[in-house]
């Protein structure tokens, strides 16, 4: 157990509808990410949140947003939603990069989102 | 930008043998991470290799980096059915955000 929660588990749902989705990090981990993982694309970095402000943007589509809440966890926002969309959602946490730390991320059991 | 390649992509071995995953990254990073993945599951933090020359072992498994060559390793020895999985390589991209760019993984296919 990585110790990063994310819900829903599997989410299945139909072309043009919205949903989202929700990320707990480790306990005093302060960077939340999130990555896409489609079959055809591998795992895309999507986007990146420190502290509650965004940090990094990836390949995120401008039907997707995010954000990081004062208690420190995230949501993804994916609207207009297509058959494309479907794939499996990632989030992970890490400690504020430091030379000093690994820098490693920590990832949760992922989002299955369906789209019909 | 940065581009990280793994090969092969599908491996499928004998128990017993031995095989090396490779690792090839594009632009300078002294942070190579390997994860491994079963179907439909998270992404489980093999081994952090934290400057040139870094080697680590964990049972049959090895991972070593070269940063002047950009390049990583991931050596299986004695493979057993236990270590089917997806092999991801990942470089830190620092400062950009200090975010992982994930090669395309490995598929790994131990049989009996």
């Known amino acids: 157990d990585s110790g990063v929660t994310q819900t829903p588990k599997h989410l299945i749902t139909a072309t043009g509808q919205r949903v989202t989705l929700r990320c707990s990090p480790r306990?005093?981990?302060?960077?939340v990410y999130w990555y896409q993982q489609s079959l055809d694309q591998g795992l895309q970095f999507l986007i990146q949140y420190y502290n509650g402000e965004e940090r990094a943007k990836g390949n995120i589509l401008e039907r997707f947003s995010a954000q990081q809440f004062p208690d420190l966890h995230s949501e993804l926002n994916l609207s207009s939603l297509e058959l494309g969309d479907s794939a499996l959602y990632f989030c992970a946490s890490s400690v504020e990069f430091r030379v000093s730390n690994t820098g490693e991320l920590f990832f949760g059991e992922g989002s299955r989102l369906t789209v019909l | 930008e940065l581009k990280v390649e793994q090969n092969p992509l599908f491996l499928s071995m004998q128990e017993g043998k031995n095989y090396t995953i490779y690792c090839n990254y594009s632009?300078?990073?002294?942070?190579l991470y390997w994860y491994r993945q079963d179907p439909g599951k998270s992404l489980e933090s093999l081994f952090v290799?934290?400057?040139?020359?870094a080697v680590k072992q964990e049972g049959r498994l090895m991972a070593s980096l070269d940063t002047k060559a950009r390049l990583s390793t991931l050596h299986i020895t004695a493979a057993v059915h236990d270590l089917s999985a997806t092999y991801f390589c990942?470089?830190?991209?620092?400062?950009?955000?200090?975010?992982?760019?994930f090669g395309e993984g490995t598929q790994l296919t131990v049989n009996p």
């Open positions: 632009t300078t990073s002294d942070r």
């Open positions: 990942a470089v830190l991209r620092f400062p950009s955000g200090s975010r992982l760019t």
């Open positions: 306990s005093g981990d302060l960077s």
């Open positions: 290799l934290l400057s040139n020359g």
